[in-house]
């Protein structure tokens, strides 16, 4: 979906209260992989810090990824907190006690809101091409993904993560996708 698209389909997607717009409204405000945000875990998750630790052990990367946490994200994450069962470790629980909601569940949530042509991975799409659009710089917008850039020897000496400086990037994502940019949007790039 394009980005410029995205805000109207969130517009949609919040009027929705099933466990699978919950879930894809996470992760496009979050740029996370399904995979991530379905097995998200609330010990991985830093309400007071505004922050989400997902294991190296779920990333492609096989690396710990931070990824920090808009208003609007925390604020979903408040909800999901309220409404949680007792002892339930994932975020977006599934219908089946101990178990995380279906790898199905976003991409039907799609369907439903007659956006069936569009992937949800696309949405990591929209958001790199966003920051493309708004002046991220390249190591920035890949970082803000978890993708790994440049080769062994620059990946053996870049070892921050660069969380401080994804999270205005990841703010402005989420007011572009909640409606509340306005076009006012600050380049990134450093002078």
């Not at 909800?79 to 949680?84: E, H, K, M, T, V």
């Not at 949800?120 to 920051?131: I, K, P, Y």
């Not at 978890?146 to 020897?153: E, Q």
């Not at 994804?166 to 996708?177: E, K, N």
Request: with cysteine; net charge positive; glycine share 8%.
């Amino acid at each position: 979906m394009p980005y410029r698209d995205v805000p109207a389909f969130m517009a949609k997607l919040k009027r929705v209260s099933a466990p699978g717009a919950k879930a894809l409204r996470f992760l496009i405000l979050t740029a996370a992989r399904s995979s991530e945000v379905f097995e998200a875990r609330w010990e991985e998750i830093d309400l007071d810090a505004k922050r989400w630790t997902n294991p190296g052990s779920r990333m492609k990367t096989k690396l710990e990824h931070i990824v920090p946490l808009s208003d609007a994200a925390v604020d979903l994450l408040q909800g999901q907190l309220a409404s949680r069962r007792r002892n339930q470790a994932f975020v977006f629980p599934g219908a089946r006690p101990g178990r995380p909601l279906s790898n199905m569940a976003m991409a039907m949530q799609l369907r439903r809101l007659g956006a069936g042509e569009y992937t949800v991975h696309g949405f990591r799409s929209a958001a790199r091409d966003w920051m493309a659009d708004h002046g991220v710089e390249f190591q920035l917008a890949e970082a803000c993904l978890a993708h790994k850039i440049g080769n062994a020897a620059s990946q053996a000496y870049l070892r921050s993560t660069m969380v401080e400086r994804r999270r205005p990037i990841m703010a402005q994502w989420a007011a572009h996708v909640e409606g509340e940019s306005g076009g006012n949007v600050i380049p990134m790039r450093r002078g």
